[in-house]
């Protein structure tokens, strides 16, 4: 198995993706493909409409990252299992204080299940709180937090039916040996995607599942064709090591990103996910451990609030657009065809805020104008290799100030950039770059007044005139 991880790291593999992991304490082992559930949006749909698009795909298992009373009571009696999340800045408190994780679970676990018909399965404690960029934040309270929450779920009476767990990337062997004792899963998350975005060298094909890497990694005997199985029999390779060889893996997140990088297209992605859907409903396992997968897709709809800190393409990994609008064409399951969109979206007038015919791009107001606009909006689109990146300066400006606009409900004061703006009703959409309608939301304002307000930010406004002026 050390070719196999000289090989991985050879081609640019970043070996730390591979151990963002969710442990978890477990409880009725069920293969099959779930799905992660985002709410990091500025216009989210209505739960209801989510749990409908869920059942109308199929899918029988949800993660959720955090507790959420509306989106449990829309789960209620939908026969859909339930992972939920304890996000990171919980840790702390959960981990000092027994009281505090007794009454989170009474709250958002015994409420539900026993009186709300919620089939919650588990409990997720951290959300892979080991991030180099947490620095070092939960090393000393994931574990704690962990144990608080598993005791409070025995004393509740619920610890053979709800099961909990951290995300972790140090003290393998104590944990391993934690979940082993009770019967848990290892879940892992896995990126084929980050492979590829961290490393330009890195070999495209092996990140796929249709067999066409011309140089596969053969280990003592075992052939691996894409980066995926190679990523899964590591970790099943260091379980084996260690003494926990036939501990159970789930993988909690899996997918491909559409748009915000030059590799991050609807082409690519459903080349991934079917792939994926096909290995999955063919029961096939890795070279080391054979039998059907447990999965969890990344995930089910787009997040235009999310950080973009690991980059632009975090606000794009859904199957679905933040309309509940299919990508492309994915059939989960064998002999049905395609994803199932959400029903009874409601979308504001179709009306855009463009560029001024008569405005100039040198005007000074221009570049503080976008940068505003992009700051308190969502411009991730308009990045290199991005689904948007051909539009020229006018076309960029345009889709900087739509997207403010749109987020804003389309309020008028949020089309009055100084000299420069103007509503139409022509789509400006041009080809694959789409200038979208705002849906309408219960949870997003729908009125007040926006005044545009515009303040220099040095870092963005090199920026947005390296993107300008490079179009004209």
């Not at 009055?416 to 509503?423: A, E, K, Q, T, Y």
Request: charged share 15%; glycine share 8%; hydrophobic share 40%.
């Amino acid at each position: 198995m050390g070719s196999i991880r000289n090989s991985i790291r050879s081609m640019g593999f970043v070996a730390g993706w591979w151990w963002l992991l969710l442990l978890l304490l477990y409880c009725y082992p069920v293969s099959g493909i779930g799905v992660n559930w985002g709410t990091q949006a500025t216009h989210p749909l209505p739960a209801s409409t989510v749990v409908r698009m869920l059942k109308d795909n199929g899918f029988d298992k949800v993660k959720l990252f955090d507790a959420d009373n509306k989106i449990f009571n829309a789960l209620s009696n939908s026969g859909i299992q339930v992972m939920v999340g304890i996000p990171n800045e919980m840790l702390y408190t959960l981990a000092n204080d027994v009281q505090a994780a007794e009454d989170w679970v009474t709250k958002n676990i015994s409420t539900h299940v026993s009186s709300n018909s919620v089939d919650i399965r588990y409990v997720a404690v951290g959300n892979e709180p080991f991030l180099s960029t947490f620095n070092g934040t939960f090393l000393n309270t994931t574990l704690p937090a962990l144990q608080n929450i598993q005791a409070a779920l025995i004393r509740a009476g619920l610890s053979t039916r709800v099961t909990s767990g951290p995300d972790i990337r140090d003290l393998m062997v104590e944990i391993a040996k934690f979940l082993s004792d009770n019967g848990a899963p290892f879940t892992v998350n896995i990126y084929p995607f980050i492979s590829l975005y961290s490393d330009s060298n890195f070999p495209i094909d092996f990140a796929f599942f249709d067999n066409n890497n011309s140089a596969p990694i053969n280990d003592g005997g075992r052939v691996y064709q894409n980066v995926f199985e190679a990523n899964y029999d590591t970790l099943v390779w260091a379980l084996q090591k260690n003494g926990f060889g036939n501990l159970p893996i789930i993988v909690g997140e899996v997918g491909w990103p559409t748009d915000g990088d030059k590799n991050a297209n609807l082409i690519y992605a459903q080349r991934f996910n079917q792939g994926f859907m096909s290995r999955v409903n063919s029961g096939q396992g890795t070279p080391m451990r054979a039998g059907p997968l447990d999965a969890y897709l990344f995930s089910l709809i787009d997040e235009d609030a999310k950080s973009v800190q690991p980059g632009n393409f975090e606000r794009h990994w859904g199957l679905f657009y933040i309309d509940g609008k299919p990508k492309y064409q994915l059939n989960l399951v064998p002999n049905k065809n395609g994803l199932v969109a959400a029903k009874g979206v409601h979308y504001l007038a179709q009306k855009w805020c463009v560029m001024s015919p008569s405005a100039s791009l040198d005007d000074p107001q221009v570049p503080l104008s976008v940068s505003y606009a992009c700051a308190n909006a969502d411009c991730t689109s308009l990045g290199y290799g991005a689904s948007c990146s051909n539009l020229d300066a006018r076309g960029n400006v345009s889709y900087a100030f739509n997207t403010y606009y749109q987020r804003n409900n389309q309020l008028d004061t949020a089309c009055r950039f100084p000299n420069l703006s103007v509503i139409t009703t022509s789509n400006p959409s041009v080809g694959d770059c789409q200038f979208r309608i705002m849906i309408q939301t219960t949870s997003a304002s729908v009125g007040g007044r926006i005044v545009v307000s515009i303040t220099m930010n040095t870092a963005l406004l090199v920026l947005v005139f390296l993107f300008l002026f490079t179009m004209r």
